[in-house]
């Protein structure tokens, strides 16, 4: 340095920051949520749904405290005066759309829910609209029928013939239903308390999100469901409670500060993409032709919803 002083952060480590930049970090999150798909599907045996998503936010849960008890001990007052905004955020984020979406995956391609789950962009805007009367211009109203559309084609699997006579595989209503979820908790996420940090936010949702779900797992123990213990059920809980809980959210929020929202969404359009690749390496699976016609009718419905006026 020009004054003679010694930085006080080592080489090393401004070297793994500068290498690790906040796009690699969210197209890194999007590889993990997808990897999320693949491991739902694959564990589906061994994994019921309830089991699964409980054990995932209990683990995520005990790390999520180690980080932030100090803080979230110290937010008690504001997380109790809003409770209401936490507990809808719980009951949609933490339970609501990973219970629909391993439901899903026990009856569904990795590759339908992926697609399925991309037209949730559009139902945040539907859902917006109902909720709070936020704005729908034309063209997003465009956007929203030709993206819902697409993901209808992957519902039914291009088969014209189900949709009249109201067929559809029930994975893929399952995952619908879990797209609406998530739509439900990114509108509430916009009301959520500026005062709480993200972790603390994170945490107390988690928290009320696992209290939630007790009684749902003691129905289902006692209704005989149980979980095949093995090596490779308990590595599936440790990704999905460690990487796709945690880690993901730790890297979606430096990238989300560093690059800001609007930027930071767009990776998440990648989730079909590695969805896809993935379940066709790991899973087996065959991209469809109805799989690509959805896919460009969900892109341009988005395309054509997101476009500015003047662009």
């Given at each position: 340095m020009a004054?003679?002083?010694?930085?006080?952060t080592p080489w090393w480590r401004r070297w793994l920051q500068q290498l690790v930049?906040?796009?690699v970090l969210l197209a890194v999150t999007a590889l993990i949520w997808s990897g999320n798909f693949i491991v739902g599907r694959a564990a589906r045996d061994a994994l019921p749904p309830v089991a699964l998503n409980f054990w995932r936010w209990t683990l995520a849960l005990?790390?999520?405290?180690v980080l932030t008890g100090g803080p979230l001990w110290r937010a008690r007052r504001q997380l109790l005066t809003h409770w209401r905004i936490l507990a809808g955020l719980a009951v949609s984020g933490i339970v609501g759309f990973h219970l629909f979406t391993y439901s899903a995956l026990q009856s569904t391609q990795a590759i339908n829910a992926v697609l399925v789950l991309s037209a949730a962009p559009m139902l945040i805007v539907l859902v917006g609209w109902v909720a709070f009367?936020?704005?729908i211009t034309p063209r997003m109203a465009l956007g929203i029928v030709v993206a819902m559309a697409g993901a209808l084609v992957v519902i039914v699997r291009g088969d014209v013939g189900a949709l009249t006579a109201l067929r559809a595989n029930a994975g893929d209503l399952w995952m619908l239903?879990?797209?609406?979820s998530w739509a439900v908790y990114s509108v509430l996420l916009m009301r959520r308390p500026a005062e709480l940090a993200p972790l603390v936010l994170l945490?107390?949702?988690a928290a009320i999100g696992v209290a939630v779900q007790i009684p749902i797992y003691a129905v289902a123990l006692a209704g005989g469901e149980r979980i095949a213990v093995s090596p490779a059920s308990l590595a599936v809980i440790g990704y999905v409670g460690v990487f796709a809980s945690v880690v993901a959210y730790l890297f979606w929020?430096?990238?989300?500060?560093?690059?800001g929202p609007a930027r930071?969404?767009?990776f998440l359009h990648l989730m079909p993409l590695f969805g896809a690749v993935l379940a066709v390496i790991f899973l087996g699976e065959r991209i469809a032709w109805f799989h690509w016609v959805g896919a460009g009718a969900i892109v341009t419905g988005i395309a054509l919803a997101t476009r500015r006026p003047n662009g």
């Amino acid at each position: 340095m020009a004054d003679g002083r010694t930085p006080t952060t080592p080489w090393w480590r401004r070297w793994l920051q500068q290498l690790v930049s906040a796009y690699v970090l969210l197209a890194v999150t999007a590889l993990i949520w997808s990897g999320n798909f693949i491991v739902g599907r694959a564990a589906r045996d061994a994994l019921p749904p309830v089991a699964l998503n409980f054990w995932r936010w209990t683990l995520a849960l005990a790390i999520l405290l180690v980080l932030t008890g100090g803080p979230l001990w110290r937010a008690r007052r504001q997380l109790l005066t809003h409770w209401r905004i936490l507990a809808g955020l719980a009951v949609s984020g933490i339970v609501g759309f990973h219970l629909f979406t391993y439901s899903a995956l026990q009856s569904t391609q990795a590759i339908n829910a992926v697609l399925v789950l991309s037209a949730a962009p559009m139902l945040i805007v539907l859902v917006g609209w109902v909720a709070f009367r936020q704005t729908i211009t034309p063209r997003m109203a465009l956007g929203i029928v030709v993206a819902m559309a697409g993901a209808l084609v992957v519902i039914v699997r291009g088969d014209v013939g189900a949709l009249t006579a109201l067929r559809a595989n029930a994975g893929d209503l399952w995952m619908l239903a879990a797209a609406l979820s998530w739509a439900v908790y990114s509108v509430l996420l916009m009301r959520r308390p500026a005062e709480l940090a993200p972790l603390v936010l994170l945490t107390a949702t988690a928290a009320i999100g696992v209290a939630v779900q007790i009684p749902i797992y003691a129905v289902a123990l006692a209704g005989g469901e149980r979980i095949a213990v093995s090596p490779a059920s308990l590595a599936v809980i440790g990704y999905v409670g460690v990487f796709a809980s945690v880690v993901a959210y730790l890297f979606w929020n430096r990238g989300v500060r560093e690059v800001g929202p609007a930027r930071a969404g767009v990776f998440l359009h990648l989730m079909p993409l590695f969805g896809a690749v993935l379940a066709v390496i790991f899973l087996g699976e065959r991209i469809a032709w109805f799989h690509w016609v959805g896919a460009g009718a969900i892109v341009t419905g988005i395309a054509l919803a997101t476009r500015r006026p003047n662009g």
